[in-house]
């Protein structure tokens, strides 16, 4: 017997979503390394895929001990290995890297929600792996000219304060106009980098999906991603702001 608290609801849900999620990224490596060209990507993703695999099994065990059901998660038969490569060298990367980004937001929501000690150590170790391998995806992206960096502005000379509530109007056609800020920069510059990936991710699966109606459903998340896009940089062009340098 163990003096182990049983697991909350919150703690069984935040894992329920993470295994659904792992399994997922799993299935996505598979393909991935299977069609790699450049052998240093295909070592990164698999050096991530052997990290993962075992915590698969741990939060199936944690399920088990519980005596629940274990989520039935993506499995090998969700993937079909034999498919033809759908997007150029360096997307897999690309990608493998917003899912770390997400990962990272993730783990930081179901932490603050465990309280047993093995689960809080869980997602404190799924944290290590994922800010490894942002770092590893990062700085091989940067290398090989895939990843732009956002552009850079003068350094301030001083320090200023906000004295008018005009200013938290921002940008809004019809309330003040003033520059963007750093922030709001860096907060668009992410919304169009994400979007750009998530458009070729959605393009990749409406080429090969055999029902009409997911074929359409991909096609309107590429349309969708298209209008962020057009708004975001639309901003930055009002703002006689570039995208990178």
């Known amino acids: 017997m163990t003096n182990q608290p049983k697991m909350s609801s919150a703690e069984l849900g935040s894992l329920w979503l993470t295994y659904q999620k792992k399994t997922l990224i799993l299935r996505m490596l598979e393909y ?35 005596g629940a059901a274990c989520p039935e998660g ?36 179901h ?3 465990s309280y047993r000690e093995d689960i809080i150590n869980f997602y404190n170790q799924v944290t290590v792996i994922t800010e ?6 990062t700085q091989y992206l940067l290398k090989k000219s895939i990843l732009p960096r956002p552009n850079y502005v003068a350094m301030p000379k001083s320090v200023d304060f906000i004295t008018d509530k005009q200013y938290m109007k921002g940008t809004n056609i019809l309330g003040y106009k003033r520059p963007l800020n750093t922030v709001e920069f860096g907060v668009l510059y992410r919304s169009i980098e994400s979007n750009i990936t998530g458009m ?3 393009q990749g699966f409406a080429q090969c999906a055999n ?33 990178a340098e």
């Open 211 to 243: 029902d009409k109606e997911v074929q359409k459903y991909f096609t309107k998340g590429m349309e969708l991603s298209k209008e962020i896009l057009k708004e975001n940089g639309d901003i930055f062009l009002q703002n006689n702001s570039t995208f």
């Open 74 to 109: 993506f499995t090998k038969e969700d993937v079909n290995l034999e498919a033809p490569k759908l997007w150029e060298n360096g997307f897999d990367i690309m990608f493998s890297r917003v899912l770390k980004e997400i990962s990272t937001g993730l783990y930081a929501l």
């Open 132 to 137: 490894t391998y942002y770092n590893l995806f």
């Open 32 to 66: 991935f390394i299977e069609k790699a060209d450049d052998e240093e990507a295909k070592n990164l993703m698999s050096g991530l895929w052997e990290q993962l695999h075992p915590k698969v099994a741990e939060m199936k065990a944690m399920f088990e001990n519980e």
């Open 200 to 202: 070729q991710l959605l």
């Open 111 to 113: 932490l603050t929600i």
